[in-house]
């Protein structure tokens, strides 16, 4: 590379956001301001503007201006987005940084250069912290920029926004096509499962043995011995993830009942507002592993019930639905539901013969929608792996036309 290579704050001022005061209020007027989560890559999002107390004289100090780029300081490192402006004043908070760049540097130049940074590793190597990693004001400051003139800056981005965007329109189509399929999806399992005509029962009467919940216990470390247990994240509305699992220091004694069977259905118990109440069936080996007090257990009465069946049942937009209605929580805290509430749900019972049919058909869609997902993810991954090349190659120094059709080839 040709370029000179100059840290950040030479080119730029750098500040970090508003550290938000949970003490007393102070009788301050109350302004809007940015979040972490409002920064996405390339956009910045007002639709969900929270307000803070601000004294007069700090208004300036916090104030964001048309043109100053937005840096997410944790959560994913570097994630960042140019502010376009708007009439009404607008602050932001520390876990965000601002960048203001001099005569020198181009603001979108600094935004994708974060992104290169991001995506390739350099900005996780300069964070720090233990257990939720951050990029320190003074960290940013040193980030390394290449300077090629303005006019050169300018035809880089030009190139790299005019293929992103056909990146940005492939990413859009996937993104409709996962969303289609999984409606798609839906309605095929309210059909077969909520064909009418059929009685209803409470998921209570068609289980052979009371609901649990799981237990929790601190995870291993380093070379303790520890016990298979699953996590939250194991249990999606249509499958069973069985590599998200920990080792946890549950003993014997306290592991007694919490074994998975083939056929267990877990309910999460607790989540997001739309995840509350998600559901899988366990398909793996006999005492493989544990459960959580976050999931709640159900083993169905085979003589009642298949419990592919009932799986399907809790899973249909139907079943979910009656679970998430019932969920509590305060405001601010994620909502609940208990095994009361599960084994109130009414499903429809057809004959065992029926329930065979229907599951049948249901594993025909549930496969249908795997191999859609997959070829949908792919799709996906390539995307990705070619705006890395896109970025790699925009900031190596010789960056053209030829060479950004190559990158995407």
């Known amino acids: 590379m040709s370029w000179p290579v100059v840290p950040l704050d030479e080119v730029a001022e750098t500040a970090l956001g508003k550290m938000l005061d949970k003490g007393k209020p102070k009788g301050h007027a109350h302004v809007p301001y940015l979040r972490n989560v409002n920064v996405q890559w390339g956009r910045i999002d007002t639709d969900d503007l929270l307000t803070m107390e601000l004294a007069d004289d700090e208004r300036e100090r916090f104030r964001v201006r048309k043109g100053d780029l937005l840096v997410c300081e944790g959560g994913e490192i570097g994630r960042c987005a140019i502010w376009q402006g708007r009439d009404e004043y607008l602050a932001y908070q520390k876990a965000l940084h601002r960048i203001r760049p001099g005569d020198s540097v181009d603001a979108r130049f600094l935004r994708y250069?974060?992104?290169?940074?991001?995506?390739?590793?350099?900005?996780?190597?300069?964070?720090?912290?233990?257990?939720?990693?951050?990029?320190?004001?003074?960290q940013l400051r040193r980030v390394p920029v290449p300077l090629p003139p303005l006019k050169e800056q300018w035809r880089i981005v030009a190139l790299l926004e005019d293929h992103l965007s056909r990146l940005d329109a492939s990413d859009a189509y996937v993104h409709a096509g996962l969303a289609r399929a999984q409606v798609w999806y839906a309605k095929v399992i309210d059909q077969l499962v909520w064909s009418p005509g059929n009685p209803h029962r409470e998921v209570r009467s068609l289980l052979r043995e009371p609901m649990r919940n799981g237990r929790s216990?601190?995870?291993?470390?380093?070379?303790?011995?520890?016990?298979?247990?699953?996590?939250?994240?194991?249990?999606?509305?249509?499958?069973?993830?069985?590599?998200?699992?920990?080792?946890?220091?549950?003993?014997?004694?306290?592991?007694?009942?919490?074994?998975?069977?083939?056929?267990?259905?877990?309910?999460?118990?607790?989540?997001?507002?739309?995840?509350?109440?998600?559901?899988?069936?366990?398909?793996?080996?006999?005492?493989?592993?544990?459960?959580?007090?976050?999931?709640?257990?159900?083993?169905?009465?085979?003589?009642?019930?298949?419990?592919?069946?009932?799986?399907?049942?809790?899973?249909?937009?139907?079943?979910?639905?009656?679970?998430?209605?019932?969920?509590?929580?305060?405001?601010?805290?994620?909502?609940?539901?208990?095994?009361?509430?599960?084994?109130?749900?009414?499903?429809?019972?057809?004959?065992?013969?029926?329930?065979?049919?229907?599951?049948?058909?249901?594993?025909?869609?549930?496969?249908?929608?795997?191999?859609?997902?997959?070829?949908?993810?792919?799709?996906?991954?390539?995307?990705?792996?070619?705006?890395?090349?896109?970025?790699?190659?925009?900031?190596?120094?010789?960056?053209?036309?030829?060479?950004?059709?190559?990158?995407?080839?």
């Not at 991001?118 to 233990?130: E, Q, W």
Request: aromatic share 4%.
């Open 113 to 138: 250069l974060l992104e290169h940074y991001s995506v390739n590793g350099m900005l996780a190597g300069m964070s720090t912290g233990t257990t939720i990693a951050h990029l320190p004001q003074q």
């Open 217 to 409: 216990d601190r995870a291993a470390q380093g070379s303790e011995c520890g016990t298979r247990t699953l996590t939250l994240t194991a249990v999606t509305r249509n499958s069973f993830i069985d590599e998200h699992t920990k080792l946890t220091t549950t003993t014997p004694d306290r592991a007694v009942g919490l074994w998975l069977e083939p056929g267990d259905i877990l309910v999460q118990r607790s989540n997001t507002p739309e995840l509350v109440g998600t559901s899988a069936r366990f398909d793996g080996p006999r005492d493989w592993a544990i459960f959580p007090d976050l999931l709640i257990r159900l083993r169905a009465n085979e003589s009642l019930v298949d419990s592919r069946f009932l799986s399907a049942a809790l899973r249909s937009k139907r079943g979910h639905v009656q679970l998430r209605r019932q969920a509590k929580g305060a405001a601010g805290s994620m909502p609940k539901i208990d095994q009361e509430t599960v084994g109130s749900v009414l499903i429809p019972l057809p004959s065992g013969k029926d329930q065979r049919r229907i599951v049948a058909q249901v594993t025909a869609a549930d496969s249908g929608l795997r191999q859609l997902r997959a070829e949908l993810e792919a799709m996906q991954l390539r995307s990705a792996a070619l705006r890395r090349s896109l970025l790699a190659a925009a900031f190596s120094g010789h960056f053209s036309e030829t060479s950004a059709q190559t990158a995407t080839a």
